[in-house]
């Protein structure tokens, strides 16, 4: 299936956005350290990049978004930014990857895309920390569990409990990116007048 070049635009345009709020909200997140920055950033992009799949719901357009917002955070200020490209791209294919066994985009399809992405947020640095920084799984495990029994008012003995209400948090997140993106997905057709095309 190809994408015609009216398609192209606009997955250009969805990809973009996504982009743009990961260079500008991304480095201001990180500047004021704020908890689950990451979590924030992807409620943003993915919902960005599903509506875009509704506008569009043809195999390989998720990935299309998600590439050109990868390649935009190359322009991000600071820091290393080869882990969230990574972070970026993987939420990118793990929606790719439902939504296209669920077939056009549904409601149930957006939903279960979007948790399922935004949970990649939360294993991501157990996958990426080890390959691009070298450190261990214990040392990532440490720091995930030191920052969320701190954010949860949680001791770090309850380590386990923490790690679940972490996940639950990012499945929660990635549900309410799944409603929105149908909301407002369906909101911006009317609007513009256009029907998805497929």
Do not use: C
Request: proline residues 3%; hydrophobic residues 55%.
């Amino acid at each position: 299936m190809k994408f015609s070049t009216r398609n192209l635009v606009t997955l250009a345009v969805f990809g973009t956005l996504w982009g743009i709020s990961e260079i500008t909200l991304g480095t201001l997140l990180k500047t004021l350290d704020i908890p689950l920055s990451g979590l924030l950033l992807s409620i943003i992009g993915l919902t960005i990049a599903l509506i875009g799949r509704i506008f569009v719901p043809m195999k390989g357009s998720t990935i299309f978004i998600g590439a050109i917002a990868m390649l935009l955070k190359l322009f991000s200020l600071g820091g290393v930014v080869l882990g969230p490209m990574l972070g970026i791209f993987g939420e990118a294919i793990i929606a790719e990857i439902l939504l296209s066994l669920t077939g056009k985009p549904r409601l149930g399809s957006l939903i279960l895309a979007g948790g399922l992405s935004t949970l990649w947020v939360l294993a991501q640095p157990f996958v990426t920390n080890p390959i691009l920084y070298g450190r261990s799984v214990l040392i990532v495990w440490e720091k995930v569990i030191n920052n969320g029994g701190k954010l949860l008012g949680l001791g770090t003995n309850v380590a386990f409990w923490i790690m679940g209400i972490l996940a639950l948090i990012h499945l929660a997140s990635g549900a309410v990116v799944g409603i929105l993106s149908w909301t407002l997905g369906g909101a911006l057709q009317k609007r513009v007048g256009i029907s998805a095309e497929g």
